[in-house]
T-cell receptor
Framework: GEQVEQLPSILRVQERSSASINCTYENSASNYFPWYKQEPGENPKLIIDIRSNMERKQIQGLIVLLDKKAKRFSLHITDTQPADSAMYFCAASRYAQGLTFGLGTRVSVFP | EAAVTQSPRNKVAVTGGKVTLSCNQTNNHNNMYWYRQDTGHGLRLIHYSYGAGSTEKGDIPDGYKASRPSQENFSLILELATPSQTSVYFC????????????FGPGTRLTVL
């Protein structure tokens, strides 16, 4: 199986600063690492992902880093806005056998 | 974007009763998944399927069965519902392949009394 640890569980950041969430995984065969954002009462929505053939990916203000040797990946939200306040989940997958999720990070952006 | 729908959206069941949660996707994805989400546990994989007629056990399959009668439909069945199965259930679908994006349905809130 797979285990994914996600830290921190709660993150408060000031508007326009950066927020960083870190995840580690156990199974070296995992090759797909998506990040989901979930608003209260809504379903998880994919915001960015990275595959094992990459080390860095950026979509606008979102940056994902992958360190396969350390089995660690991270999400960095730059220039945070109030709309970035939500739950964020990292996940890992191998061979389309479903995603293993971290426990989530509640991000709050304050003025 | 893939269209994944779930029914019912809310369900109250009695302990020992049978519950069927349904999921439909219209983008011809091969793979479909059932997860449950609980506070403190995040999302956990219950069952998944690679196509019509196939079902596979996920990380927490006990107390659940799955059925994939067609490419579009994937059901989760609780033969004897228990209060511990009170949760929010999400269905997801994705293309075949090791790194295909999964699209989530809106979720079903199940309460077992």
């Amino acid at each position: 199986g797979e285990q994914v640890e996600q830290l921190p569980s709660i993150l408060r950041v000031q508007e326009r600063s950066s927020a960083s969430i870190n995840c580690t995984y156990e199974n070296s065969a995992s090759n797909y690492f998506p990040w989901y954002k979930q608003e209260p009462g809504e379903n998880p929505k994919l915001i960015i992902d990275i595959r094992s053939n990459m080390e860095r990916k950026q979509i606008q203000g979102l940056i994902v880093l992958l360190d396969k040797k350390a089995k660690r990946f991270s999400l960095h939200i730059t220039d945070t806005q109030p709309a970035d306040s939500a739950m964020y989940f990292c996940a890992a997958s191998r061979y389309a056998q479903g995603l293993t999720f971290g426990l989530g990070t509640r991000v709050s952006v304050f003025p | 974007e893939a269209a994944v729908t779930q029914s019912p959206r809310n369900k109250v069941a009695v302990t020992g009763g049978k519950v069927t949660l349904s999921c439909n996707q219209t983008n011809n994805h091969n793979n479909m998944y059932w997860y449950r989400q609980d506070t403190g546990h995040g999302l956990r994989l219950i069952h998944y399927s690679y196509g019509a007629g196939s079902t596979e056990k996920g990380d927490i399959p006990d107390g659940y069965k799955a059925s994939r009668p067609s490419q579009e439909n994937f059901s989760l069945i609780l033969e004897l519902a228990t209060p511990s199965q009170t949760s929010v259930y999400f269905c997801a679908s994705g293309d075949a392949g090791t790194d295909a994006e999964q699209f989530f349905g809106p979720g079903t809130r199940l309460t077992v009394l």
